[in-house]
């Protein structure tokens, strides 16, 4: 003969949550008919190991629908209700059942469940309130990422450009007026340069800050110091290959991050964007050595940016010395550079090969 195993209820405004004491708990068979839920499963209740039934007949109207999940010691149900509501009773009899008992664990009076649903209306409002925020500052995080990476691209692709163009009508003559013609627009693309510095000191873009700082610290240093201090540069062809090389990196990286904020991808962008640096970078840094030797003698020369000592010394320390120390940096940064830079080309590409496996 089947027997009856021990149930607790429990109630909310929308479920009705009932607990069936049995351990290890098999061939379960729950099923609502006609307002009415029928239990038989095999177990370990409180009379030992045998098969236990029970049936319900709820008070008011429920969904059909039931849901169950058993558990070591016990068998859950939740049945919807028909109809939103508090119940007075479980079911239609008025005499409760000797099986049947509330369950504390879960119980609650009617003041106390609506107040568990405010605060999840409140919580869940709190967390649509957060998600638009953390939308909203995406959003404004992208646009602003998209404008910058749009004003380098044009700012670079218009150097890059124009010396081209130049190349090719006044030939070698336009390597002796590159600054002349170019400075103001390259002096507006690396002031602009260093937002990626700060870009990556506070997490608009996943990069290192490191490597990013000695970029644009060392390009700056070559632009303002080298070249904008010293007139005598200015007429220098390695002006022009300086240039040049920083820009033709430049035109395929911008595009590259470009896209990246709309979540789009240019195989071919991606491919030149994590490639052409490989020849380009260290000739760049060669570039750059070349045009700091040839300005060493000129500030030897001029004494300019020398660091005077005391008058009984009477001398001072020319500012050659902390070119030769750069020389050495800049060779160090080169490494240090190129490293992250074949790491991340490595990340890219191995990532693409197995998803595509």
Same mark, same amino acid.
């Given at each position: 003969?089947?027997?009856?195993?021990?149930?607790?209820?429990?109630?909310?405004?929308?479920?009705?949550?009932?607990?069936?004491?049995?351990?290890?708990?098999?061939?379960?068979?729950?099923?609502?008919?006609?307002?009415?839920?029928?239990?038989?499963?095999?177990?370990?209740?409180?009379?030992?190991?045998?098969?236990?039934?029970?049936?319900?007949?709820?008070?008011?109207?429920?969904?059909?629908?039931?849901?169950?999940?058993?558990?070591?010691?016990?068998?859950?149900?939740?049945?919807?209700?028909?109809?939103?509501?508090?119940?007075k009773r479980l079911m239609l009899q008025e005499r409760k059942p000797v099986f049947l008992a509330?369950?504390?664990?879960?119980?609650?009076?009617?003041?106390?469940?609506?107040?568990?649903?405010?605060?999840?209306?409140?919580?869940?409002?709190?967390?649509?309130?957060?998600?638009?925020?953390?939308e909203g500052f995406v959003s404004l995080k992208t646009g602003f990422l998209f404008v910058y990476?749009?004003?380098?691209?044009?700012?670079?692709?218009?150097?890059?450009?124009?010396?081209?163009?130049?190349?090719?009508?006044?030939?070698?003559?336009?390597?002796?007026?590159?600054?002349?013609?170019?400075?103001?627009?390259?002096?507006?693309?690396?002031?602009?340069?260093?937002?990626?510095?700060?870009?990556?000191?506070?997490?608009?873009?996943?990069?290192?800050?490191?490597?990013?700082? &000695?970029?644009? /610290?060392?390009?700056?240093?070559? =632009? *303002? #110091?080298? !070249?904008?201090? @010293?007139?005598?540069?200015?007429?220098?062809?390695?002006?022009?290959?300086?240039?040049?090389?920083?820009?033709?990196?430049?035109?395929?990286?911008?595009?590259?991050?470009?896209?990246?904020?709309?979540?789009?991808?240019?195989?071919?962008?991606?491919?030149?964007?994590?490639?052409?640096?490989?020849?380009?970078?260290?000739?760049?840094?060669?570039?750059?050595?070349?045009?700091?030797?040839?300005?060493?003698?000129?500030?030897?020369?001029?004494?300019?940016?020398?660091?005077?000592?005391?008058?009984?010394?009477?001398?001072?320390?020319?500012?050659?010395?902390?070119?030769? &120390?750069?020389? /050495?940096?800049?060779?160090?940064? =080169? *490494? #240090?550079? !190129?490293?992250? @830079?074949?790491?991340?080309?490595?990340?890219?590409?191995?990532?693409?090969?197995?998803?595509?496996?």
């Open positions: 003969m089947p027997l009856t195993p021990l149930v607790y209820w429990a109630q909310r405004h929308e479920d009705i949550y009932l607990r069936v004491e049995l351990t290890d708990a098999q061939n379960i068979d729950v099923n609502v008919n006609d307002n009415v839920l029928q239990f038989r499963a095999q177990g370990h209740g409180a009379k030992g190991q045998n098969e236990y039934e029970f049936s319900l007949e709820f008070l008011l109207p429920v969904k059909s629908e039931v849901s169950h999940k058993s558990t070591q010691r016990q068998v859950n149900i939740t049945v919807r209700k028909e109809q939103r509501g508090w119940w509330p369950d504390f664990d879960r119980w609650l009076d009617e003041s106390d469940a609506e107040m568990e649903i405010r605060e999840k209306e409140e919580k869940r409002n709190l967390l649509k309130a957060s998600r638009h925020k953390e990476n749009l004003v380098q691209f044009l700012g670079f692709s218009w150097i890059f450009v124009n010396m081209t163009v130049r190349l090719f009508i006044f030939g070698q003559d336009s390597l002796y007026d590159t600054f002349h013609t170019i400075s103001d627009v390259m002096f507006f693309c690396q002031i602009l340069a260093a937002v990626e510095v700060l870009n990556a000191a506070f997490g608009v873009v996943q990069t290192g800050v490191i490597p990013t700082f &000695i970029q644009v /610290v060392g390009r700056n240093f070559i =632009l *303002f #110091i080298i !070249f904008g201090s @010293l007139e005598e540069m200015h007429n220098q062809p390695v002006v022009f290959f300086v240039f040049y090389l920083w820009s033709t990196i430049e035109i395929f990286r911008y595009p590259f991050d470009m896209l990246g904020c709309l979540n789009t991808e240019w195989k071919t962008l991606t491919w030149l964007r994590y490639t052409i640096w490989i020849p380009l970078y260290p000739l760049g840094v060669i570039a750059e050595a070349v045009a700091v030797l040839q300005s060493i003698p000129i500030f030897d020369e001029t004494k300019l940016f020398s660091i005077p000592l005391p008058k009984a010394v009477g001398t001072s320390i020319s500012f050659s010395y902390v070119l030769h &120390i750069y020389l /050495v940096l800049v060779f160090l940064g =080169l *490494f #240090i550079n !190129f490293r992250h @830079l074949y790491k991340q080309r490595k990340r890219r590409f191995c990532t693409k090969k197995r998803k595509a496996n």
